[in-house]
């Protein structure tokens, strides 16, 4: 099976930097994607690593290490529309798994 | 945005009916899903569809089917509803399948409440 691990909640400042972690175990690793979902709405795509390195698009950007079977979302100059749960899903087994997601809360 | 609507968007229903919710398409995606998304937990999926008439079980499968007659359309149907069904569901769809660098796009999600 699969085992996606991420912290529940935390905590920024708008203009900080936030980094959200994310921990997976599966066999037959082929991507990971990474989600943003407002409360009360869909979950939309954000970012897709499969080899080892960071992806940047704009003021987000993504890291993965497949050999520390380890992931993180970076996001910068926080805005307080920035404020939603991010959601780690990891391809593996043939299949695609959600983590429970971390819930990034925003203050002035 | 991808077309995708789902509906009703909100439902309440009591113990022991059948429930179907709908998922339409415009985007001519061959891959079509539905999830669950519960407190506690991460998206689970219910079912998936690879093309007409073709589905697959998911990870939380029971008491669920569901039927495809249509590209755009996914069909996801309760027979005789729990209160442990009660959630928000999600479809989503995809250009291509699972091992693909092609993400899944979502419909806004139907809330469903089983009394």
């Known amino acids: 099976g699969q085992n996606i691990d991420q912290p529940t909640e935390m905590t920024a400042t708008e203009g900080a930097i936030v980094q959200i972690n994310c921990t997976y175990q599966?066999?037959?690793?082929?991507?990971l994607f990474w989600y943003q979902q407002h409360a009360g709405e869909a979950p939309t795509f954000l970012s897709y690593?499969?080899?080892?390195g960071l992806e940047e698009k704009g003021r987000f950007s993504s890291f993965l290490s497949r050999s520390k079977g380890y992931s993180y979302l970076l996001l910068k100059e926080l805005q307080m529309k920035d404020s939603a749960s991010y959601l780690c899903a990891v391809y593996g087994n043939n299949r695609l798994a959600f983590g429970k997601g971390n819930q990034v809360v925003v203050i002035p | 945005d991808a077309g995708i609507t789902q509906s009703p968007r909100h439902k309440v229903t009591e113990t022991g009916t059948p429930v179907t919710l709908r998922c339409h398409q415009t985007e001519n995606h061959r891959y079509m899903y539905w999830y669950r998304q519960d407190p506690g937990h991460g998206l689970r999926l219910i079912h998936y569809?690879?093309?007409?008439?073709?589905?697959d079980k998911g990870e939380v499968s029971d008491g669920y089917s569901v039927s495809r007659s249509k590209t755009e359309d996914f069909l996801l149907t309760l027979e005789s509803a729990t209160s442990s069904q009660t959630s928000v569901y999600f479809c989503?769809?995809?250009?291509?399948?699972?091992?693909?660098?092609?993400?899944?796009?979502f419909g806004d999600g139907t809330r469903l409440s089983i009394l």
């Open positions: 989503a769809i995809s250009e291509s399948g699972q091992i693909s660098n092609q993400p899944q796009h």
């Open positions: 569809s690879y093309g007409v008439k073709d589905t």
């Open positions: 690593n499969v080899l080892d």
């Open positions: 599966t066999s037959g690793f082929n991507g």
